[in-house]
């Protein structure tokens, strides 16, 4: 049964992605920053666990892969879905503060860096490895708008890893962004085009990719996208 891990997955996008994987029969690891809410969501699928996990933090990525490696061992996907928005639709290069946009790039950006730098290498040694990154069409320099700048960045840096990411993983190890579209989450929001579902099926395509899959794309619906 192969192994997944999931960033951000007690609700929203991570948590259908969670739901939709455990029911291709592979086993769920959820992780996020709230037990609670990790454990209810947990109790609903089959095959899953759950960790406590910030990605913001280096010292909780590095907890969490010292329990992962003595229980499971084995690392064959990860989703880094984990993200916040930072700055609101209005928001503009004069008006965003370093600080913000910091700490946006910390969060959506690095925290998937500091997962991909722990999961590469388990992934290599068992010569398989799918990895999402969740991102967002308003990280694509190719159709970059305005208004929620340290987002728009976050996202762009993110798509930059993945593509530098995906050149040093090994033959059997994919890297990929997916754009989930605009989905009805709590960020998202009510007024949101897709239900949580259709954004969740992209990210599961390319989490289970086959062997002659593609790597260091952009997608959204299996589709690729410009970055
Ligand atoms: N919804 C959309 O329309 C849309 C469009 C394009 C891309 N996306 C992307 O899709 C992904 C999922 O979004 P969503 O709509 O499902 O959002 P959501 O409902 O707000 O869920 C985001 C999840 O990420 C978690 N998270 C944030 N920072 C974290 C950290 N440092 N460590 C661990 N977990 C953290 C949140 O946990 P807390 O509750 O603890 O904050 C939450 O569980 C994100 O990457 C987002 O950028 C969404």
């Not at 709230?34 to 089959?46: D, H, R, V």
């Not at 069409?137 to 340290?150: E, H, I, K, N, Q």
């Not at 085009?193 to 619906?221: E, H, Q, S, Y």
Request: aromatic letters at 6%; charged letters at 20%; proline letters at 3%.
């Amino acid at each position: 049964m192969r192994i997944a891990v999931i960033t951000g997955a007690a609700k929203g996008i991570g948590f259908e992605t969670a739901r939709q994987l455990s029911d291709r029969d592979v086993r769920v690891i959820l992780t996020g920053r709230n037990a609670e809410a990790l454990e209810a969501a947990t109790a609903t699928l089959k095959n899953s666990d759950w960790q406590v996990l910030d990605v913001g933090d280096d010292a909780s990525v590095a907890r969490f892969f010292d329990w992962l490696k003595t229980t499971h061992s084995r690392l064959d996907v990860l989703v880094n879905n984990a993200a916040r928005v930072y700055g609101g639709r209005g928001s503009s290069v004069l008006g965003t503060d370093p600080e913000t946009l910091h700490e946006a790039i910390s969060n959506n950006a690095i925290g998937a860096f500091r997962m991909m730098q722990k999961a590469l290498p388990m992934m290599r040694q068992g010569d398989y490895g799918r990895i999402v990154n969740v991102s967002s069409g308003m990280g694509a320099l190719s159709d970059m708008g305005s208004g929620a700048v340290p987002y728009r960045v976050s996202k762009t840096a993110l798509n930059a890893l993945t593509l530098l990411a995906a050149q040093e993983a090994a033959a059997n190890v994919k890297v990929n962004a997916v754009c989930p579209g605009w989905v009805r989450t709590d960020m998202g929001g009510q007024s949101a085009t897709r239900d949580v579902p259709t954004g969740a099926r992209g990210i599961v395509w390319a989490a289970t990719l086959p062997d002659d899959g593609p790597t260091g794309g952009f997608f959204r619906d299996g589709k690729a996208i410009e970055w």
